[in-house]
């Protein structure tokens, strides 16, 4: 193990495998990441793997939109089929304020190059002719958004920064962060120590945690998200489809699974990733209602993740102000594997130059403070 590097990278997930990557294509490779567990084993290992753009509020479709078209030649790139598959992202609304919040969503993601549209229900058979429409008010559908295997994209990243000379250490716990005179100076962990002037906080829904060890306070809580697997069908569905009026999202693997999960809005914040029969009842029901063919598919497995949730659902990005060597990325909201790859690029920009090709600053940690926040509403998924 090293025990110096410029950088410290904190967490094994897309955002700081992400990062290094991004850095490393640089020439920017004395880096060491640290992972508590294996590679992927938080929330990147655990989500569904959507990627989408159709999101209510200005950045977070802008971050989409630029990952969206990274995605695009990611396998070639890292040399490793990432099964990145463009089926789009069918949104469901039950309401007349959902369709207006659907009809007003797509005027500002198409004034951001983003072709989602809007949909009479009739219109959404097109997409998906085995949906039940019976007590919908309309649909928004973008055909550029789709799906992605995390495990796939983390096997990219890990091969590659091995090559490139990044030293990754998994199954390492960071136990304290030493800061003197307002700087960091040293990582400590259960493998040993790294004397480090800058650390990126990537540690999902533990970054509060670590940023605890320098004295930074976050407004981060965890939460926990069930998925679940069916067995394996022929191909039928090709969008994710999606509905924030239940929280339920599902579609169809590479491999003819079912994958879907659904949120739980009572549930209080904890670290708990233990799988539940309730989720399974509510979730299974809300699709048969949806999908009625779906009534005697076998479930074959389900999990859970957790979210790492911000109050306004939008990531936390850059350095805080009163320690400029420990730089934010995560808050995601559970977004994170669909917005990483421009996140990651532009804190690799910060990292380097001290600037990012778009503006980052609306992200900073500090906008609680100064009231200036914008709330993201489409949170499922």
Same mark, same amino acid.
């Given at each position: 193990?090293?025990?110096?590097?410029?950088?410290?990278?904190?967490?094994?997930?897309?955002?700081?495998?992400?990062?290094?990557?991004?850095?490393?294509?640089?020439?920017?490779?004395?880096?060491?990441?640290?992972?508590?567990?294996?590679?992927?084993?938080?929330?990147?290992?655990?989500?569904?793997?959507?990627?989408?753009?159709?999101?209510?509020?200005?950045?977070?479709?802008?971050?989409?939109?630029?990952?969206?078209?990274?995605?695009?030649?990611?396998?070639?790139?890292?040399?490793?089929?990432?099964?990145?598959?463009?089926?789009?992202?069918?949104?469901?609304?039950?309401?007349?304020?959902?369709?207006?919040?659907?009809?007003?969503?797509?005027?500002?993601? !198409?004034?951001?190059?983003?072709?989602?549209?809007? #949909?009479?229900?009739? +219109?959404? *058979?097109? &997409?998906?002719? @085995?949906?039940?429409?019976?007590?919908?008010?309309?649909?928004?559908?973008?055909?550029?958004?789709?799906?992605?295997?995390?495990?796939?994209?983390?096997?990219?990243?890990?091969? !590659?920064?091995?090559?490139?000379?990044?030293?990754? #250490?998994?199954?390492? +716990?960071? *136990?304290? &962060?030493?800061? @003197?005179?307002?700087?960091?100076?040293?990582?400590?962990?259960?493998?040993?120590?790294?004397?480090?002037?800058?650390?990126?906080?990537?540690?999902?829904?533990?970054?509060?945690?670590?940023?605890?060890?320098?004295?930074?306070?976050?407004?981060?809580?965890?939460?926990?998200?069930? &998925?679940?697997?069916?067995?394996?069908?022929?191909?039928?569905?090709?969008?994710?489809?999606?509905?924030?009026?239940?929280?339920?999202?599902?579609?169809?693997?590479?491999?003819?699974?079912?994958?879907?999960?659904?949120?739980?809005?009572?549930?209080?914040?904890?670290?708990?990733?233990?799988?539940?029969?309730?989720?399974?009842?509510?979730?299974?029901?809300?699709?048969?209602?949806?999908?009625?063919?779906?009534?005697?598919?076998?479930?074959?497995?389900?999990?859970?993740?957790?979210?790492?949730?911000?109050?306004?659902?939008?990531?936390?990005?850059?350095?805080?102000?009163?320690?400029?060597?420990?730089?934010?990325?995560?808050?995601?909201?559970?977004?994170?594997?669909?917005?990483?790859?421009?996140?990651?690029?532009?804190?690799?920009?910060?990292?380097?130059?001290?600037?990012?090709?778009?503006?980052?600053?609306?992200?900073?940690?500090?906008?609680?403070?100064?009231?200036?926040?914008?709330?993201?509403?489409?949170?499922?998924?």
């Amino acid at each position: 193990m090293k025990d110096r590097a410029e950088l410290v990278i904190i967490g094994g997930g897309v955002s700081g495998l992400g990062t290094a990557y991004q850095l490393a294509k640089r020439g920017f490779t004395d880096i060491v990441v640290i992972e508590r567990d294996y590679f992927g084993s938080g929330a990147t290992g655990r989500c569904g793997g959507g990627i989408r753009q159709q999101f209510s509020e200005e950045y977070n479709i802008i971050l989409a939109r630029e990952s969206v078209r990274m995605f695009e030649k990611m396998s070639d790139e890292l040399g490793q089929d990432i099964g990145f598959r463009q089926g789009g992202y069918l949104i469901l609304a039950h309401t007349e304020k959902e369709a207006e919040d659907l009809r007003r969503n797509v005027r500002l993601q !198409n004034s951001l190059d983003v072709p989602s549209m809007y #949909m009479e229900p009739e +219109e959404a *058979l097109e &997409i998906v002719p @085995e949906l039940n429409i019976e007590g919908l008010s309309a649909a928004a559908y973008c055909p550029t958004d789709g799906v992605a295997q995390p495990f796939l994209v983390i096997k990219g990243y890990v091969d !590659n920064l091995r090559k490139m000379g990044v030293e990754l #250490m998994d199954h390492t +716990e960071v *136990l304290d &962060i030493k800061v @003197e005179n307002g700087e960091i100076r040293k990582v400590i962990t259960d493998k040993g120590d790294i004397e480090t002037r800058m650390v990126l906080n990537a540690a999902g829904a533990w970054s509060r945690n670590i940023a605890k060890m320098v004295g930074v306070e976050l407004p981060n809580k965890p939460y926990r998200h069930e &998925i679940m697997a069916t067995e394996h069908m022929k191909p039928w569905l090709k969008p994710m489809v999606i509905s924030f009026h239940n929280g339920v999202y599902f579609s169809q693997s590479h491999d003819g699974e079912i994958v879907g999960g659904i949120g739980d809005p009572n549930e209080p914040s904890s670290y708990n990733i233990k799988s539940s029969l309730e989720f399974l009842e509510r979730f299974t029901s809300v699709v048969v209602r949806y999908i009625p063919i779906m009534r005697k598919v076998k479930v074959m497995r389900q999990w859970a993740g957790l979210y790492d949730v911000t109050p306004d659902a939008r990531p936390i990005l850059g350095p805080v102000d009163e320690l400029p060597g420990f730089i934010q990325a995560h808050g995601y909201s559970g977004h994170g594997f669909m917005i990483h790859p421009m996140v990651t690029k532009l804190l690799a920009e910060y990292i380097i130059d001290g600037k990012t090709s778009i503006d980052i600053e609306p992200l900073n940690l500090r906008r609680y403070t100064s009231g200036e926040t914008i709330q993201e509403k489409n949170v499922v998924g």
